[in-house]
C-alpha cells in the first residue's frame, strides 16, 4: 500500500538559535557599518550633514562681551556679536571693515571751545575726537525670549519664578521667542556696561584714559550701586554721560579725549558689541541667575550664529542665526589667494556652514587620532604629532609628510602678533636700572641664551627669533638688516647671525663679573628666574637655560609656580628674571606692543602690563608722541629710535614670535588663518559628502573580533550541536525502520 507521507515537527533548538541570532547580528552590524563608520563619535548626527566639527580644550569662563578677553572664548564670542567693525578675511596687512557699521568712521577734531578742525591738526592741538558710527538697517537678533512680548507689548517673561522656569534649561526651551532690530541704542548701553561696577570689564581701566567722562562715570555708577538693595540691579538706560551718545536709530557718537586713533581697532572687538537693555534685564532675574541661564552663558548676538547648546565639560553647539542679515565671501585678497582657490567663493552668501559643534579634548593624543579618522575637520599640531605631520626641508621651510599629501590634508602657518620673552626686573639691585654696567650684564646675557636652539628643540622650528619686541605684519616692523638687533647680532652672508660667547664674556667682564664671578665680592653671580612652566617637558627647558647661563660662569636657580602665583609675583616686582611670559596683540598696531615697555604702565605702581618695570624718560616721550600719530614716515621714524632705545637697554632678552600650524581636511574650502579675526567660521565651507566617503574609507569596519568570537562561539557548540544532530537522526531512522 501506498505509504503515508512522511513528516517531523518542526523545531528550533536553543543552539540554533543563538547561532541564528549571531549571524544576523553580524550581518545587522556589517550593513550598518557599509552606511557609518563603527567608531564615529558622532552616533545620532547625519553622515552628509552640513557641520563642521571642531574641539575646544578649555570650559570658557565668559560669554559675555563687556567681560571676556580670552581667546578661547573669542572662538565662540566672535561668531555671536558683531561689533561695528571686522578685520577683512583675507587682506594682509590686516585690514578694518565695516561689519554692523556702514563705513569705517574717521574722527572729527574739535578744539577747547568745541570747535572742528582739520584732519591734520598735530595731535597737541586736538581736544576731543569724535567718532561718529552709522550702523547698517535691517540688522535683526537672534529669537529670544528677552524680546517676546505681550499682546499690549510688554515683555512677557519679565518676572519669573523658580515654579515658572520648571522644565527650562536653556533660552530656546521658551516657549515664546522674539526679536528686534538692532539699534544705536544698544551699543551705547554696551558701553555704559564696560562701567558697571556689576560688569567688572577688563578694560575699564584702559578706556577710562580714552573715552570722555568714563571714569566719572564708572565712579556715579559705583555710588549708586552701593545704595541699592543687593536684589536690585542697574538700570543703565537711567544714567547717560557725554563719552557715547544716541543720535538717532542707526547713528551714535563716541567723544575721545585728545587723540586716540587706536580706538577704531577696539571696535572691532566684542567689547563694543550691542547689547540690548531688554536682554540685561532678561538675564538679571535671579530665577534665571541660579539656573546659570546668564549672559555669560548663553549670549545674544545678531551674528550669523548662536549658541543653542552650552555644555562646557562635554559640547558647545552653535547653530545658524535664521535673522541673519546676511553678508558676502570677499571678492579680492593678497597675491596668491585666487590661486590658492581662496576666492572661489568671491560674492556668494554667508555663512556656508549651518551648525559647529565643539567637543571637548583635554588631551591632544585623542584629539589627533580623531582627526586622522575625519572626526575633525581641522587641527592644530601638537609637538607629539609634529614628526608625523611635517617634514623641514634644507631652507627650514615646513611641508607635509607623504602620509597626511596622501590625505589630502591642507597646511597653512601664519606668524602670531604675539611674542614671549625672558624679562628682567628693572628695578632689581643686580640685573635692573639703566647704568652701563647693568646694561652690558643684561646684553651678555641676551646673546648667550641661544634662542634659534631653544626653537629648533622645543618648538619644532615653529617660531621667529625675536629682534625687537614688533611681530612681523605689525606697522612699524622692519625686516632684513635694516630690522636687525645689532646689540645681538651681527649681518653676515645676507642674514643676522648671533654674536660670539667671546664678546658675551666680554661685556660680562665689563659689567664688573669676569667669568661669572662678582670682581667686588669675589664671589659666583647667582640668578634668580621665575617660572610658571612646571611638569617634565618644562623641566627639560629650564635644565637647557640653565646651560645657557653656565656658558658664561653664572649660576641660574629656577623657581617654578603655578601661572596665578607667578602672575601675583610678577605683579608685586618680587622677582629678578622673570620666563614663561608673553602677549598676544589685541591689534594690530605697535602701541599695543610698546606699552608693554612704557614706564607709566609698570606693574608695581600702576598695576599695568609693564611687568619688567622699565622705564626710560627719552623712551616714555617718545611713547606718547607716536601713540596718538597716524601711520606715515614720521612715526615709523619714532618707532624705529624706541626700538633702538630698547635693544640697547636689553629689559627683555627678545625672544621668539610663535608661528601658527594649521591642519586642514581636504573637504574643508576657504581656510586661512587669520590672527586678528576670530569671526572667521562664516567663511568656511565644506564638502559633507565627501567627508563622509573619506570617514568610511579611514575607519573599516574592524570585522576579526566577530569572527573570532564567532569562532569561539562555535567551538564552544560543537560538542552540543554533534549530540543534537546524532538525536535528530536517531529521531528519523525509527519512523522509517516502521515504514519499511
Excluded at 541661564?293 to 550664529?305: A, C, E, K, M, S
Excluded at 555663512?351 to 572626526?375: D, R, T
Aim: proline share 9%; with cysteine.
Amino acid at each position: 500500500m501506498p505509504a503515508r507521507p512522511f513528516s517531523v515537527e518542526s523545531r528550533v533548538s536553543p543552539t540554533r538559535r543563538a547561532i541564528s541570532i549571531l549571524l544576523w547580528t553580524a550581518l545587522a552590524l556589517l550593513a550598518a557599518g557599509c552606511e557609518r563608520p563603527w567608531n564615529s563619535p558622532y552616533p545620532d548626527a547625519a553622515t552628509d550633514a552640513d557641520v563642521l566639527y571642531r574641539a575646544f580644550s578649555e570650559s570658557p569662563r565668559h560669554l559675555d562681551p563687556a567681560r571676556s578677553y580670552a581667546t578661547d572664548e573669542a572662538t565662540f564670542t566672535e561668531q555671536i556679536y558683531e561689533p561695528p567693525l571686522q578685520y577683512h578675511y583675507l587682506k594682509r596687512p590686516y585690514t578694518l571693515i565695516p561689519r554692523s557699521a556702514t563705513r569705517v568712521p574717521e574722527p572729527q577734531y574739535l578744539d577747547a571751545d568745541g570747535r572742528p578742525l582739520p584732519a591734520d591738526t598735530p595731535p597737541d592741538q586736538v581736544a576731543t575726537s569724535v567718532y561718529t558710527i552709522e550702523i547698517q538697517p535691517g540688522i535683526r537678533y537672534q529669537p529670544h525670549p528677552a524680546f517676546a512680548t505681550t499682546a499690549d507689548g510688554a515683555p512677557r517673561y519679565s518676572a519669573l519664578t523658580e515654579a515658572d522656569l520648571a522644565g527650562i534649561d536653556s533660552p530656546a526651551d521658551f516657549e515664546h521667542q522674539g526679536s528686534r532690530e538692532l539699534k544705536a541704542a544698544d551699543f551705547v548701553h554696551e558701553i555704559k556696561r564696560l562701567a558697571s561696577p556689576e560688569v567688572n570689564s577688563p578694560i575699564l581701566g584702559v578706556m577710562v584714559e580714552h573715552i570722555q567722562g568714563l571714569a566719572d562715570y564708572a565712579e556715579q555708577l559705583r555710588s549708586i550701586r552701593a545704595d541699592l538693595p543687593a536684589d536690585q540691579h542697574l538700570d543703565l538706560t537711567r544714567y547717560d554721560f557725554p563719552g557715547a551718545q544716541v543720535i538717532d536709530d542707526h547713528h551714535f557718537v563716541i567723544r575721545v579725549k585728545g587723540v586716540y586713533p587706536q580706538l577704531r581697532y577696539w571696535l572691532a572687538m566684542p567689547f563694543f558689541a550691542p547689547v540690548p537693555a531688554e536682554v540685561t534685564r532678561f538675564y538679571n532675574q535671579p530665577a534665571l541667575a541660579a539656573k546659570n541661564i546668564t549672559i555669560d552663558t548663553f549670549p545674544v548676538g545678531t551674528g550669523p550664529y548662536m549658541l543653542t547648546v552650552n555644555n562646557p565639560n562635554r559640547r558647545m553647539v552653535l547653530e545658524a542665526n535664521p535673522n541673519f542679515h546676511g553678508e558676502r565671501y570677499p571678492t579680492e585678497g593678497e597675491p596668491g589667494d585666487r590661486a590658492a582657490g581662496l576666492l572661489d567663493d568671491a560674492g556668494q552668501p554667508l555663512p556656508f556652514i549651518k551648525k559647529v559643534v565643539f567637543s571637548l579634548e583635554k588631551e591632544s593624543i585623542p584629539y589627533w587620532n580623531k582627526f586622522l579618522q575625519g572626526y575633525y575637520d581641522s587641527s592644530g599640531i601638537s609637538s607629539d604629532a609634529f614628526g608625523q605631520a611635517i617634514r623641514i626641508d634644507s631652507d627650514g621651510e615646513p611641508h607635509l609628510t607623504a602620509t597626511m599629501a596622501e590625505r589630502d590634508m591642507r597646511l597653512a602657518t601664519t606668524v602670531l602678533p604675539a611674542i614671549y620673552y625672558l624679562g628682567f626686573n628693572m628695578r632689581d639691585d643686580v640685573v635692573g636700572g639703566l647704568d652701563e654696567k647693568q646694561r652690558k650684564l643684561r646684553q651678555a646675557i641676551s646673546i648667550a641664551i641661544d634662542y634659534e636652539a631653544y626653537v629648533a628643540i622645543f618648538l619644532n622650528g615653529r617660531g621667529i627669533v625675536a629682534q625687537g619686541p614688533l611681530p612681523p605684519g605689525i606697522t612699524g616692523a622692519s625686516q632684513g638688516r635694516a630690522g636687525t638687533n645689532e646689540v645681538v647680532y651681527d649681518w653676515n652672508d645676507g642674514a643676522p647671525r648671533r654674536k660670539s660667547l667671546d664678546t658675551a664674556r666680554r661685556l660680562l667682564a665689563e659689567a664688573g663679573y669676569p667669568n661669572g664671578v662678582s670682581r667686588d665680592t669675589g664671589r659666583p653671580l647667582l640668578l634668580h628666574l621665575d617660572t610658571p612652566a612646571t611638569g617634565p617637558e618644562f623641566k627639560s627647558q629650564m635644565d637647557w637655560m640653565r646651560q645657557q647661563f653656565d656658558k658664561l660662569g653664572i649660576q641660574l636657580v629656577v623657581r617654578a609656580t603655578t601661572w596665578s602665583r607667578f602672575q601675583q609675583k610678577t605683579a608685586d616686582g618680587n622677582v629678578q628674571l622673570y620666563f614663561g611670559s608673553g602677549w598676544m596683540a589685541d591689534y594690530p598696531d605697535p602701541e599695543n606692543f610698546l606699552f608693554l615697555l612704557y614706564g607709566p604702565n609698570n606693574a608695581v605702581d600702576e598695576h599695568g602690563q609693564n611687568i619688567a618695570n622699565y622705564e626710560n624718560p627719552v623712551f616714555d616721550r617718545l611713547f606718547r608722541q607716536m601713540r596718538d600719530m597716524p601711520d606715515g614716515p614720521e612715526r615709523q621714524a619714532i618707532i624705529e629710535r624706541m626700538i633702538e632705545i630698547v635693544r640697547r637697554d636689553a629689559p627683555w632678552v627678545w625672544g621668539m614670535f610663535p608661528r601658527q600650524y594649521g591642519l586642514y581636511q581636504g573637504w574643508l574650502a576657504n581656510a586661512k588663518p587669520n590672527a586678528m579675526a576670530n569671526n572667521t567660521v562664516k567663511y568656511l565651507r565644506l564638502d559633507a559628502e565627501q567627508r563622509a566617503r573619506m570617514r568610511r574609507l579611514w575607519n573599516p569596519p574592524s570585522l576579526w573580533p566577530l569572527v573570532a568570537g564567532g569562532l569561539l562561539v562555535g567551538l564552544l557548540l560543537a560538542p552540543g550541536l554533534w549530540i543534537h544532530r546524532r538525536r535528530e537522526r536517531a529521531t528519523v531512522r525509527r519512523p522509517l525502520d516502521e515504514a519499511r
